[in-house]
């Protein structure tokens, strides 16, 4: 056990526990607690969306994809940049001035039925828990190397943490969590980056060819194929990171963060930035690890690879530079899991409870209330799923997650702004259609089932590909367009006049009347 990595940790835990005694003082409301009232700027804002974003799965999962696999673990990296283009063009401004906490309240604005509000709330939930299921796996797996202790307790002591963050702070916590999370990873990746490159006098042909080098699979590294050995399954990866961000509930319930749609914007642009300038550092490293760890030993400590962003930094820095990255992977695994849990207990308690169950007229103590439980409900829920979950990479299993908000919540976001006919039948059955695919899906793919025990379950997958974006994505919207024309509701064309006066600009005729 590593004192200057125990010294760190009690740092950074300290840090934010004091950051939660100052926001409770100030999340009194509900507002407050789902949103920190709006008053997060564009650069804060942005700062935190990349907080939220930048996971588990990417610092430490993409690390070890690429340096296990190569090129193929590059596609995370590509895909989950990508996917933030789609987020700014299509769905941020329109999310922010026509929702007011969750993707629910974005489709009911339109659509005014508890059915459509409660099978919203089903998909975000879904998605929640695939997501933290990944984070989890990825806090239990560095506990355990860091602390010599089991996987469970590690997972228990992080699921705790996270629930104290969320239940007592909310958004404000959540948010500061996030900022500072960001910064910090930034700089360990940097500083670890140019540790790599200066050893390889900023060569990049040298490190490349390097990488190839001390990989078992040789030239093969640098092509793809080594991962995936199905081109679809390539194809239908790709399909989920860039379509599933902007269905993520976590990432579009930050938009509401902010004052107005403008910032909301900026926010994105800001976060853009820094994902991408993250995303172009895995790559170094993944190699850099591959070459100064090595493959066998990145899989000894870890067989999913999760682990290799933290022994490079051992490798090239000692023990402080280890307990630094170390302490940053486990505050990046904190951040993303409170913006998890805080985006699942809204759900839970302003769509399930608020809306349908006291039908609107929940006081603010209630909603309090209700929040505080579903956190802690959301929180045990995902801790125990993750312990079933402990060898699979935790990239793969948030590339699950997207997969769902792509097939499940995309669908319905882009035809409640866009679609004139689009209707009520037609959000129920996107949505399910979407969801229920994706999940059947998943539980028949080899993800879930091999006959060589190497997933959850032995046995021979029905399904070929590991990520069934392919299928679902499209089922999701075809089922939206065909639950649509089948359906005799009759169009109501003010009310889609005013969502996409509203949607567009901010403005309604609600505010004139006002």
Do not use: C
């Not at 935790?394 to 997207?402: E, K, R, S, Y």
């Amino acid at each position: 056990m590593n004192l200057t990595v125990i010294t760190l940790f009690l740092v950074f835990v300290i840090a934010t526990l004091v950051i939660t005694y100052f926001a409770a003082k100030r999340t009194s409301s509900a507002d407050d607690f789902y949103t920190a009232g709006g008053g997060l700027t564009g650069w804060q804002n942005g700062l935190a969306i990349a907080g939220d974003y930048l996971s588990a799965a990417s610092f430490l999962g993409i690390a070890g994809a690429i340096a296990l696999d190569g090129y193929d673990g590059f596609y995370y990296s590509i895909g989950y940049l990508v996917g933030f283009l789609v987020v700014l063009f299509i769905v941020a401004e329109p999310m922010r001035n026509i929702g007011k906490y969750t993707i629910a309240d974005m489709v009911t604005a339109r659509f005014d039925l508890k059915k459509v509000r409660g099978i919203a709330a089903l998909s975000t939930i879904t998605i929640v828990t695939f997501y933290m299921i990944a984070q989890l796996v990825g806090a239990g797996a560095l506990i355990q190397l860091l602390f010599g202790i089991d996987y469970w307790l590690a997972v228990i002591i992080v699921g705790a943490m996270m629930t104290t963050y969320v239940m007592w702070g909310g958004m404000t916590a959540t948010s500061w969590v996030q900022i500072i999370k960001a910064v910090l990873l930034m700089v360990g990746m940097f500083v670890l980056s140019i540790l790599v490159l200066f050893y390889f006098n900023f060569n990049l042909v040298e490190l490349f060819s390097s990488a190839r080098d001390a990989s078992p699979h040789g030239d093969a590294y640098l092509n793809p194929g080594v991962q995936a050995e199905l081109p679809l399954d390539t194809i239908s990866l790709m399909l989920a990171l860039v379509l599933g961000t902007a269905g993520l509930p976590h990432i579009l319930l930050r938009f509401f963060t902010v004052k107005d749609a403008k910032t909301a914007r900026t926010s994105v642009v800001v976060a853009t930035w820094i994902i991408g300038f993250f995303y172009l550092l895995t790559v170094f490293l993944g190699m850099g690890a591959l070459y100064f760890v090595g493959h066998s030993d990145i899989v000894e400590t870890n067989p999913a690879g999760n682990m290799a962003a933290p022994m490079l930094a051992e490798a090239l820095g000692g023990d402080l530079l280890f307990a630094f990255i170390a302490a940053v992977s486990f505050a990046t695994i904190l951040a993303v899991v409170a913006g998890l849990v805080l985006s699942g207990a809204t759900a839970f308690a302003h769509d399930l409870y608020g809306h349908i169950i006291k039908k609107g007229q929940a006081t603010q103590r209630q909603q309090m209330i209700a929040a505080r439980s579903a956190t802690l409900g959301v929180a045990v829920m995902s801790i125990i799923l993750a312990l079933a979950a402990q060898n699979l990479n935790v990239a793969f299993l948030v590339a699950l997650a997207f997969a769902v908000a792509a097939s499940a919540n995309l669908p319905v976001i882009v035809f409640t702004i866009y679609w004139k006919r689009f209707n009520t039948t037609g959000a129920i059955t996107g949505i399910l259609s979407g969801l229920i695919t994706a999940l059947a899906l998943v539980l028949v793919s080899p993800s879930v089932l091999s006959p060589d025990g190497d997933a959850i379950f032995v046995g021979t997958p029905l399904f070929p590909l590991e990520n069934p974006a392919i299928i679902s994505v499209p089922v999701g919207f075809l089922g939206a367009i065909i639950g649509t024309y089948l359906a005799k509701t009759p169009l109501d064309k003010e009310k889609y006049r005013e969502i996409k006066v509203k949607a567009h600009t901010g403005y309604s005729d609600s505010d004139e009347k006002a």
